[in-house]
């Protein structure tokens, strides 16, 4: 799954009421001061097409559709049920000047659970493996209330010796604290005026780097685990699986028979199922 090689790779945090606090990474973000209560507390990167002065590991291409690879060290990892954006990127004088969401589907902003990292990224990419897309997107007619994504939702499941257990809460799309042209603005000058500080990173000056790419997978925050979701970490052959989905046409109990006999409707599902795997 290379297809999205020469994309940049970033993703939000704090952009869901709670999850931070439920994720123990309040403390890490105690200095970001944001202009607004509810904004998000930056944008990190996962991926980066090009070699660049950020940390290496974040050259190698870590997006699967089917596996999540746990690290070498004895690390927890924890599942983060997320809406991924497919975006275009456009720049005017060599300047980043216009996002453009295409298409959204069910990610995995899989992470390490450590105390004290230096940055975000050092917990986000460890590999091949280490990220998840589903292969089935939707395309999106307006990035704007009324559009498409209004009538969806996420939820999350794990399935651990054959039992499928609810992971993130299951909530609509529009429950994301920036969303539609809030959160592209929000986005756009967080890229331009973001800081070396604390636990983000200068993101113009890698986007700069990379040669300014044209195309950009963008994570826009995780969802809060349900209760079994916040205490329970990946160990080998659970199984993750994130569903977008249209909740104006299945109802919850339909949801969750889905994933307990694995039958999907791709029209109005977009499903990332991944094997953990070492």
Same mark, same amino acid.
């Given at each position: 799954?290379?297809?999205?090689?020469?994309?940049?790779?970033? +993703? #939000?945090?704090?952009? $869901?009421? &709670?999850?931070?606090?439920?994720?123990?990474?309040?403390?890490?973000?105690?200095?970001?001061?944001?202009? =607004?209560?509810?904004?998000?507390?930056?944008? $990190?990167? $996962? *991926?980066?097409?090009?070699?660049?002065?950020?940390?290496?590991?974040?050259?190698? *291409?870590?997006?699967?559709?089917?596996? @999540?690879?746990?690290?070498?060290?004895?690390?927890?990892?924890?599942?983060?049920?997320?809406?991924?954006?497919?975006?275009? &990127?456009?720049?005017?004088?060599?300047?980043?000047?216009?996002? /453009?969401?295409?298409?959204?589907?069910?990610?995995? =902003?899989?992470?390490?659970?450590?105390?004290?990292?230096?940055?975000?990224?050092?917990?986000?990419?460890?590999?091949?493996?280490?990220?998840?897309?589903?292969?089935?997107?939707?395309? #999106? !007619?307006?990035?704007?209330?009324? +559009?498409?994504?209004?009538?969806?939702? #996420?939820?999350?499941?794990?399935?651990? !010796?054959? %039992?499928?257990?609810?992971?993130?809460?299951?909530?609509?799309?529009?429950?994301?604290?920036?969303?539609?042209?809030? &959160?592209?603005?929000?986005?756009?000058?967080?890229?331009?005026?973001?800081?070396? $500080?604390?636990?983000?990173?200068?993101?113009? %000056?890698?986007?700069?780097?990379?040669?300014?790419?044209?195309?950009? @997978?963008?994570?826009?925050?995780?969802?809060?685990?349900?209760?079994?979701?916040?205490?329970?970490?990946?160990?080998? =052959?659970?199984?993750?699986?994130?569903?977008?989905?249209?909740?104006?046409? @299945?109802? !919850?109990?339909? &949801?969750?028979? /889905?994933?307990?006999?694995?039958?999907?409707?791709?029209? #109005?599902?977009?499903?990332? /199922?991944? %094997?953990?795997?070492?």
């Amino acid at each position: 799954m290379k297809k999205y090689q020469n994309f940049l790779g970033l +993703g #939000i945090a704090g952009n $869901f009421a &709670l999850h931070l606090a439920q994720a123990g990474e309040l403390e890490e973000f105690k200095d970001i001061i944001t202009s =607004d209560e509810a904004a998000p507390k930056g944008l $990190f990167p $996962f *991926y980066l097409p090009k070699p660049t002065s950020a940390n290496k590991n974040l050259n190698t *291409y870590p997006l699967s559709s089917n596996y @999540i690879k746990l690290p070498k060290e004895d690390v927890n990892i924890q599942a983060e049920p997320e809406v991924a954006l497919v975006c275009d &990127l456009e720049y005017t004088a060599g300047k980043l000047s216009k996002i /453009s969401p295409i298409s959204f589907g069910a990610y995995n =902003d899989c992470s390490i659970r450590i105390a004290g990292a230096n940055k975000i990224s050092d917990k986000k990419n460890w590999g091949e493996h280490s990220k998840g897309i589903s292969n089935t997107l939707f395309k #999106i !007619d307006t990035f704007t209330k009324n +559009g498409i994504m209004d009538e969806y939702s #996420i939820a999350s499941f794990l399935r651990r !010796d054959d %039992k499928v257990h609810a992971y993130g809460e299951d909530v609509k799309l529009t429950g994301y604290s920036y969303f539609y042209e809030k &959160l592209t603005d929000w986005i756009l000058n967080q890229l331009l005026t973001q800081k070396d $500080f604390g636990p983000l990173e200068p993101l113009n %000056k890698y986007i700069n780097e990379c040669n300014n790419p044209s195309q950009a @997978i963008i994570s826009i925050g995780a969802t809060r685990y349900t209760e079994y979701g916040e205490r329970t970490f990946l160990k080998k =052959d659970d199984e993750v699986i994130i569903i977008v989905y249209k909740h104006t046409h @299945i109802s !919850d109990a339909e &949801l969750l028979a /889905s994933v307990q006999t694995n039958e999907y409707n791709p029209k #109005i599902m977009s499903v990332l /199922s991944q %094997k953990v795997i070492v």
